[in-house]
T-cell receptor, first 112, second 116 residues
């Protein structure tokens, strides 16, 4: 069975702070994909990144970076120098041989 | 990029009525679409997988007779909430599987259903 755990329910930071959102997954598939999505108050899911299980290279995109470690089954997401516009719910998700499964989400609030 | 639309974006209905939500892939054909339900401050839960030309596959615990899914064409899937009740109020999100990549889904903007 596939499972995604986002242990942090809510995080609150002050603007310009760095923040890391944790994601731990479980799967028996040897080939799988991990995703991060942002859900602003409007509700629409915004795709951020996809990683396949064979690519453990970390990725950086502007203020966003992702750390994928198969040894710990983690795919953590860091926002550097957070901004108020980063306030949203962030979901980690997993697909393999089965359908996409989402974590519970982490609500990030960035205060000015 | 691939675009998926949903209509309506918001709907308010009376208890006991039926509501249809449409999910369209605008610039690609999707043999498989998915329907998710999201309660306030909760995660997305997969309700069913909709395959063009065949019956939908429902997740355990989802009532087939209450949530009717039809995928009559390669660009359209519909979810009909029959005899809606206040507990059916939720945010419904559809997605369409990419024709090029089995592991990629494109999500619609969601439909907020309120049953009075």
């Amino acid at each position: 069975a596939q499972k995604v755990t986002q242990a942090q329910t809510e995080i609150s930071v002050v603007e310009k702070e760095d923040v890391t959102l944790d994601c731990v997954y479980e799967t028996r598939d040897t080939t799988y994909y991990l995703f991060w999505y942002k859900q602003p108050p409007s509700g629409e899911l915004v795709f951020l990144i996809r990683r396949n299980s064979f690519d453990e290279q970390n990725e950086i995109s502007g203020r966003y970076s992702w750390n994928f470690q198969k040894s710990t089954s983690s795919f953590n997401f860091t926002i550097t120098a957070s901004q108020v516009v980063d306030s949203a719910v962030y979901f980690c998700a997993l697909t393999g041989n089965n359908d996409m499964r989402f974590g519970a989400g982490t609500r990030l609030t960035v205060k000015p | 990029g691939a675009v998926v639309s949903q209509h309506p974006s918001r709907v308010i209905c009376k208890s006991g009525t039926s509501v249809k939500i449409e999910c369209r892939s605008l610039d690609f054909q999707a043999t498989t679409m998915f329907w998710y339900r999201q309660f306030p401050k909760k995660s997305l839960m997969l309700m069913a997988t909709s395959n063009e030309g065949s019956k939908a596959t429902y997740e355990q615990g989802v009532e087939k007779d209450k949530f009717l899914i039809n995928h009559a064409s390669l660009t359209l899937s519909t979810l009909t909430v029959t005899s809606a009740h206040p507990e059916d109020s939720s945010f419904y999100i559809c997605s369409a599987r990419s024709p090029r990549d089995w592991n990629e889904q494109f999500f619609g903007p969601g439909t907020r259903l309120t049953v009075l």
